[in-house]
């Protein structure tokens, strides 16, 4: 058991901060995008559904949003109040990502602000929609910023470190490094993806609880082609995530996949236990397929752990968050696409219960990946806050009160996400879409 | 100009926008809520909030603005202040936190609450006593280097003469800055009656913020003479803000043109602002950072550099945009736009 001293505490404050903040920045890059796309669609088709569609969820986005911006503000200061000696390290080489992310939320605030409170203000309806662009591209560029700097603490580039000192220092070089493109694309894809099926389970739900309507056919509809294509697309990605790490930190994908022995034509094991000498027991065994994973070729070799010293491997319980993330994204395809076929073919299908429920726990599922996949990346990790430069225990504050700041903000946490829930919750109840319907059509 | 400096004015201007554009919001939340208590909310709980909602996220980015925008130039600043400041800045985390949840819990979502006002109000008084202390700390003596690692002098903090007088300006100055805005918000919405009040307040706190800014200088010179010194080099800017002071306060008094006088009202803290800030280099963190110890390499300055001019040809236009949809549409600011 490892021991509570201020640098694994400062690991669980964090941790904490950005399980809770990711919840919502997830939330922030993906809804924008179907807001946008269905007030789009609603002016196009001149559709009243589509717009009040963008209307309702506007509304609900905004609290989701304002929980997203204070809790960043928590994550975004806690990074030098709990990792003083990693940012003063990192901060002269990522700076550059860290400072033109809050340019990107300067731009999407600003623009949320004006697009929230200006929906009957313009003469051409297309005048408001385009307003949501910058909201779009803001949460999305913001994403990707921050993405390539968890990009650089796990592929550090772009510098020269000699006797401590930081030399040497090419700011793009570090922040597009090798592991940004697979690791910001996959980060905003899943980010659609789980906005898509959070709204679609909404929708799912309502439906099962208040009959079809056609106003939320439409509704399930673009959520689930949206959520289709984006499952695919995340998937994909998914899968150079996995020859990225091959290449890069190939530790850390044998951990994830207790590899141990490194061979040609690598089986992948699915679930299973470890037993004491590292056997492992139970699992499902894929012949070749970490091979294809890693490589794309099933013959390919594969490191394994054995090449590393005992004390640098990660800690093996990822290999059970990996899989779960994998279960979860490969269900989330076969739903989405299930859907389409059906929609097609047995339309009565598609709105049976079975399926509506289906769709409504892929919401939370699809959350939950989002949080297997970040634990998994960072655990995955360990040792290291900067891959192989620096180890994470001599990143963290010295301070002897982090385990109380943990308790003070995990309340805060609690609080937060319990009060969020009722007010989103009071909402929609005091709000029903069949008489803000109606007033639309007066305006 | 170095890139060092380059670097510093960049930061002191964002945080200049922080303390006006906080101050409105912070000293509105306490006005909402005394005018709930008093039974007055009818007349000036609107105004406010049709200011304030476009704009608080905004506000928000100032503030990570800053502070990001100071690790990136001068990473030295993450390692003394982050040690140093882990518990009272997660306590004006925690706050700041209430105090956006809270805001946008109450205007968008539930119905309004008690509860809510109350935090929202106190958490306006409590978040900038605290900020300020992190320009209290700056002075030096209240941070210490023993044996390699950064320890703060909380006793030190809560004992010091000077310490206090910065939070009291803090607090008063929030309250002058935004009842001068509001009022300033109210004569252009036609609002008669919110504008007698909210003139009420105005007046009422500008003597304290003059005392208090007085009150700082004296104990700065017990504090840290070496600063005083150099403040009294930049005395005309002093100066100067304390005849923009009085401008503002004459208009208000003789209740006409509202906006020029909030533009004295930012002036007379422009001018301030940056005497302070000026005779505060070349430290940072008296006398463990200046800006040219702390400051990043020069290859990360000119990125930095670049990429904040980039951002500004964005934001510019983008601000005035939102200015003119919510501060300068008379229709909005009259409240007679349908605008959700
Ligand atoms: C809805 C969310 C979701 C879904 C369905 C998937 N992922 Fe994922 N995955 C993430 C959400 C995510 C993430 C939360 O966004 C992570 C965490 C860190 C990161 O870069 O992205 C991630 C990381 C991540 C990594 C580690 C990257 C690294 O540490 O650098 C790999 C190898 C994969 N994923 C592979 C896959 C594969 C093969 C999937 C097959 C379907 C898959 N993911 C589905
Ligand atoms: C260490 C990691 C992170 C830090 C330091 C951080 C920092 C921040 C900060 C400071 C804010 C508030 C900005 C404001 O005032 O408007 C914020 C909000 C936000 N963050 Fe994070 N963030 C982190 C991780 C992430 C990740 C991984 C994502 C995306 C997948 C993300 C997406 C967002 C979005 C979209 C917002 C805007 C609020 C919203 O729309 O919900 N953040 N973050
Ligand atoms: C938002 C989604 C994220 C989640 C859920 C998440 C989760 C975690 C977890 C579980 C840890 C603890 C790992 C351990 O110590 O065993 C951690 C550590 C850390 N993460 Fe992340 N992370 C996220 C994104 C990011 C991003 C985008 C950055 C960088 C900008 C980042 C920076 C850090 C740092 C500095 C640590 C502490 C050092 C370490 O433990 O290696 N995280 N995170």
Known sequence: MPELDSAMLSRLLTSMTLGFHIIFATLGVGVPLLISGAEWIGIRRNDEHYRLLARRWTRGFVVT??????????????????WPSFMEVAGQVIGLPLFLETFAFFFEAIFLGIYLYTWDRFKNPYYHWLLSVPVVIGSTLSAFFISTVNAFMNSPKGFKLENGQITEIQPLIAMFNPATP?????VISSAYLTSAFVLAALTAFLILKKGQSAYYKKALHFTMVTAFVFAISTAVIGDFSGKYLAEYQPEKLAAAEWHFETEKGADLIVGGVLDENNEVKYGLRLPNFLSILAHGDPNAEVTGLEEFPEDEWAPLFIHYLFDAMVGIGMFLAALSTAYLILSKWKKEWSLSKLFLWAIIISGPLAMLAI????????????????????????????SEH???????FFALYVVLGWICTIVLLKMFRNNPVETEFEEQLDR | MEIQLIGITVLWIFLYGYLIVASIDFGAGFFAYYGTITKKDHIINNI?????SPVWEVTNVFFVFFFVGLVGFFPSTAYYYGTALLVPGSIALVLLTIRGSFYAFGNYGAKESHLYTFLYGATGLLIPASLSTALTISEGGFITVENDSVVFLVDELFTSFYSWSVVFLAIVSVLYISAMFLSFYASKAKDTQALALLRKFALFWSPPTILASFLVFLAL?????????????YSYLFILSFICFNIAVWFVYHNKRYGTAFIFVMLQ???????YGASHLPYILYPYITIDTGFTNETMGVAL??????????????????MRMFLFDAKYVEGTRDSR
């Open chain 1, 65 to 82: 949003v304002a929980v997203g911006v204070v809790t960043g503000t928590c994550i975004g200061l806690q990074l030098s109040l709990l």
């Open chain 1, 182 to 186: 697979t690791k910001a694309s996959h």
């Open chain 1, 371 to 398: 949080e297997f996949g970040w634990i998994f990346s960072e655990v995955g990790r360990q040792p290291w806050i900067l891959w192989h430069v620096m180890e994470t225990k001599d990143g963290a504050t010295t």
């Open chain 1, 402 to 408: 982090v385990g109380s700041m943990f308790i003070l």
């Open chain 2, 48 to 52: 406010i909030s049709r200011y304030l």
């Open chain 2, 221 to 233: 010179r017990n504090h840290n003479i070496e600063h005083f010194n150099r403040m009294l080099d």
């Open chain 2, 269 to 275: 803290f422009f001018f301030a602002f940056f005497g």
């Open chain 2, 305 to 322: 550099v670049i990429a904040f001019i980039a951002g500004l040809l964005l934001l510019i236009p983008s601000l005035i945009l939102l």
